[in-house]
């Protein structure tokens, strides 16, 4: 007699699906025991699978993305990072592109769990948006404002599009003639848009090392020194 076939494990009650509706906690629960490759994100209590990423986006997130590393570099107290889960409240669990936070410790609003998550809203997120803009100008914003974050980047390679929203004064920015974004919740972060979206790196380098010589950026370095002594004094 052949041997009994081994019933296969019942995986369902591991996947998540588009447009499953859970609390973090849910999502959270079951987002550890998805496969490694396997990306979702939880926005407004929704889940949202990811498809898998194409070229278009790889080589649009890296320019920006090596702004926000040459800002953080220089500036004492912030920290940018890419493709991080985000567990900004009850239903919203996002795992946004890009971001840039300023450290608890120099008056930061968000901090890092003890399981290496980040808690709490990052002051910037930014976004390569290819097949997910109706996500991200929408929904993702709203859910972005509601928690807290100040500043939102939406870069859309496809439309040659650059948006840039003030989400602690609930409006869209419009772009200066000079073509640079100069970031409000981290002055002296300036991006050329127009090289970005061109892919003239050496004209966004240069706009990159503009800012942080400006003299904002240095302001808000003393300002992020002053408060970190402040928070040493307070403990």
């Avoid at 869209?172 to 979206?197: M, Q, T, Y």
């Avoid at 003393?222 to 403990?235: D, I, M, S, V």
Wanted: charged share 30%.
């Amino acid at each position: 007699m052949a041997p009994a076939l081994k019933k296969k494990p019942d995986l369902s009650r591991y996947l998540l699906n588009n447009g499953d509706h859970m609390s973090q906690t849910e999502f959270h629960r079951a987002y550890k025991n998805t496969p490694e490759n396997f990306r979702a994100e939880l926005v407004g209590g929704i889940v949202f699978v990811a498809s898998p990423l194409k070229k278009g986006h790889g080589e649009n997130h890296l320019p920006l993305g090596s702004a926000f590393f040459a800002y953080e570099t220089v500036t004492p107290g912030t920290v940018s990072g890419d493709n991080s889960t985000i567990m900004l409240g009850e239903h919203s669990e996002p795992q946004p592109d890009l971001y840039l936070r300023v450290e608890p410790e120099y008056g930061g609003q968000s901090i890092v769990t003890e399981d290496d998550y980040i808690s709490g809203a990052p002051e910037l997120v930014a976004e390569i948006a290819l097949s997910s803009s109706a996500i991200d100008l929408n929904l993702k914003r709203q859910d972005y404002a509601r928690h807290g974050v100040r500043e939102y980047m939406v870069l859309l390679p496809m439309e040659k599009e650059f948006r840039w929203f003030d989400l602690s004064r609930d409006r869209e920015n419009a772009l200066p003639i000079d073509s640079i974004c100069r970031s409000r919740a981290f002055p002296g972060l300036w991006i050329h848009v127009k090289a970005l979206l061109e892919h003239k790196h050496k004209l966004l380098t240069r706009t990159i090392k503009r800012g942080l010589a400006s003299p904002e950026h240095a302001a808000f370095v003393k300002k992020l020194e002053a408060a970190k002594r402040k928070r040493g004094r307070e403990k």
